[in-house]
């Protein structure tokens, strides 16, 4: 990666301001140490103390971790709760009147829903879900924009002990539908559509084409009218409007305890080969790693305001959207729209008006709108903030520095927050008033997590080499399994070389302060904006239209996205060339949008007679990347086949 250079030679040191580190809740490195060694000292006592801590339990655990099954560790396994009790009613009645959500929309009206409401509606929405039929351990997936209901939804589901599967609304109808399948839901909670940057989006039109491409599972459509004027009763299935979902239903419902290994919810997320992988996350081991980290790496206060602007669709709108802000009962806000509209001022507008005081990012809405400049953000009056956090992939310095001076003032310390979708949870991460920052380094790794870097056979590697990043023990918000698929989770995550370690799927290195540097996948996935794709899953794409024979794809640097997707492809019949090959191109991208989601689109599309491969038919996708910066190929390529078809892809033929 071109940023790693500018990464690798940052050392400026951020000490936590004496100001921040008095109030903070771990306000010493001292204190951070002595979590570090308590956990060293008694690694599951220390987790029991914490889960008690956080989490309120019906039925108090008495075992803490059971690891007789390893990897399939279980966590507090005798222990019953329930995560929308934990959110809501604990909050009640002390926190009714506190305002639990506020929510601004495309357009900039906004609505405040307080606890109490938060409560009435999730109640409300979990027995119009029983109505339908929806038991403890159904499947529900949810289809629905970055809105407050999308909240509420998820909570109805963790009300009646539904395991929820939030589909992000930018995936097309192709990807909805495997994911409905892979689940077997029984039941689909969407909206009609959604305004992003004053523009119409319709979700409920992909769930209609999903349905009639086949889902045998789904018995009713649950529909939100949110934009109106979109027709209902369009799709195979029985379907009712939220609104006649929740008609008549009382506003209160009885909240079913669930055991602590109970499935909160499956998320999917790519991987390496090409069917994404259904992410199984535990309820209450879950719990105890999101509201432990909101407290400790958000430092979050009753008095913050906090915004976290990743959507419902990711691991980050789970965690750190619905569940971890709210089992702390403190204010968040949720914005349905871009950061660009109706300027790119939208967000520091946003942060002024609702005195947002902890704010959480993806650092390339960080490098999209520094390009906009300084003059932007220092229109408006970021003083509210007190605390910045970063997620998705590494931060290069620069972005780094702009948002601490120009976004931060220079008072608030940056968290950048290193987790993953299996991880459940912040892993690596520093905590504000207790350690130093450097830019570009997610710094430590949070105590009870035990993180390292090693080679191929799990030794440690000397400082400053890379290397594995893994984890060497279970940790209570860890992966349960892979939806169907208990191999596929043991084969990827804890695989034979490494004895019994959690291997992340990133390289890192650490430095002579321990510090870990994040350096990239080392498996084939691009992070596009901060979102993971698998390589294969687009190459799937791509060989699955009619007229292309074979696809490769690869990450390219981008200096706002992180890094972009570049494709080569060879199509049946003749190389097309010039507007043929434009054509081409254009048909290719909107089909990738429509088997994916437009985010998964190849920036640039470059066709050949064939691909670079090995004598045994593996494409060299090392050369591939190398071409796709405009690199001309280095290292060995005496073992190729087809030495020429370089010149071809390179476009000098
Ligand atoms: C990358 C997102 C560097 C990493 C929460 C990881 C990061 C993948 C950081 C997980 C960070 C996430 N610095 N890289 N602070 N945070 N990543 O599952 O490659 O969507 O493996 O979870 O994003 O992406 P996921």
Redesign the pocket.
């Known amino acids: 990666m071109d940023n790693l250079e500018s990464i690798l030679s940052e050392n400026r040191v951020f000490s936590p301001a004496p100001e921040f580190s008095e109030r903070a809740r771990i306000g010493s490195r001292a204190a951070f140490d002595e979590l570090v060694a308590e956990a060293e000292r008694d690694f599951e006592g220390f987790w029991a103390r914490l889960a008690r801590e956080f989490v309120t339990w019906d039925t108090p655990f008495t075992q803490t971790l059971d690891d007789s099954n390893a990897p399939f560790f279980k966590w507090f396994a005798d222990g019953k709760l329930n995560v929308s009790a934990n959110c809501i009613d604990r909050h009640l009645p002390a926190k009714a009147d506190k305002t639990a959500i506020i929510g601004e929309s495309d357009d900039g009206s906004v609505t405040h829903i307080s606890y109490q409401e938060l409560h009435d509606r999730v109640a409300k929405f979990a027995n119009a879900l029983k109505a339908q039929g929806i038991e403890k351990g159904d499947r529900v997936v949810i289809y629905l924009p970055m809105i407050p209901d999308a909240t509420v939804a998820m909570l109805a589901c963790a009300r009646i002990g539904a395991i929820h599967s939030v589909v992000f609304g930018g995936f097309s109808a192709e990807a909805l539908r495997d994911r409905i399948n892979d689940t077997e839901a029984k039941l689909v909670i969407t909206a009609d559509g959604n305004m992003r940057g004053g523009k119409k989006v319709i979700l409920k039109g992909q769930v209609d084409k999903a349905l009639e491409h086949g889902c045998p599972s789904v018995e009713a459509v649950i529909m939100l009218e949110h934009i109106g004027g979109v027709a209902t009763g369009t799709s195979s299935v029985k379907e009712l409007t939220w609104a006649e979902a929740i008609d008549g239903q009382p506003a209160e419902c009885e909240p079913v305890m669930v055991e602590a290994e109970h499935p909160l919810f499956i998320l999917y997320?790519s991987g390496s080969t090409g069917k994404p992988k259904g992410i199984v996350h535990s309820s209450g081991g879950y719990l105890v790693n999101a509201a432990m980290t909101s407290s400790w790496v958000f430092d979050l206060n009753d008095d913050d305001v906090y915004w976290c602007t990743a959507d419902v669709g990711?691991?980050?709108g789970h965690t750190y959207v619905t569940y971890g802000p709210l089992a702390l009962g403190v204010t968040q806000v949720i914005f349905e729209g871009v950061p660009t509209y109706p300027d790119g001022g939208r967000f520091w507008d946003m942060v002024e008006r609702h005195k947002v005081s902890v704010f959480y990012t993806a650092p390339t809405a960080i490098r999209a709108l520094m390009k906009l400049g300084d003059e932007v953000p220092n229109k408006y009056d970021l003083s509210s903030l007190r605390l910045l956090g970063?997620?998705?992939?590494?931060i290069n310095p620069e972005a780094w520095v702009w948002y601490h001076q120009v976004i931060g003032g220079g008072r608030c310390p940056i968290t950048?927050?290193?987790?993953?979708?299996?991880t459940g949870a912040h892993a690596i991460a520093p905590i504000p008033g207790a350690i130093d920052l450097v830019p570009g380094s997610?710094t430590l790794p949070l105590p009870g997590i035990i993180a390292d870097v090693v080679d191929d056979h799990g030794h440690s590697v000397p400082t400053e080499s890379g290397g594995n990043l893994v984890i060497k023990k279970p940790w209570p918000s860890m992966l349960r399994t892979i939806w169907g698929d208990d191999e596929r989770f043991q084969r990827t995550y804890f695989p034979d070389n490494l004895p019994g370690y959690y291997l992340?799927?990133?390289s890192a290195r650490r430095d002579q302060d321990g510090y870990i540097w994040?350096m990239?996948?080392i498996d084939d996935v691009i992070?596009v904006s901060g979102?993971?794709l698998g390589t294969m899953e687009v190459e799937s794409a791509l060989v699955a239209h009619p007229e292309v024979a074979e696809a490769a794809v690869v990450g390219r640097p981008h200096d706002v996205k992180g890094e972009s997707i570049v494709a080569f492809v060879v199509v049946k019949g003749d190389r097309p060339q010039g507007e043929a090959a434009e054509a081409m191109v254009k048909t290719l991208r909107d089909w990738v949008a429509e088997q994916i989601g437009p985010i998964a689109k190849p920036e640039e599309i470059r066709f050949g007679d064939n691909l670079p491969k090995t004598r045994s038919g593996k494409i060299m996708r090392r050369l591939l990347r190398g071409i796709a910066k405009g690199e001309p190929p280095e290292g060995d390529t005496s073992t190729l086949e087809n030495p020429a078809i370089l010149e071809q892809l390179m476009g000098n033929d």
């Open positions: 997320t990711w691991i980050t970063t997620v998705g992939e590494p950048d927050t290193w987790w993953q979708t299996e997610c992340a799927g990133d994040i990239g996948r992070n979102h993971r």
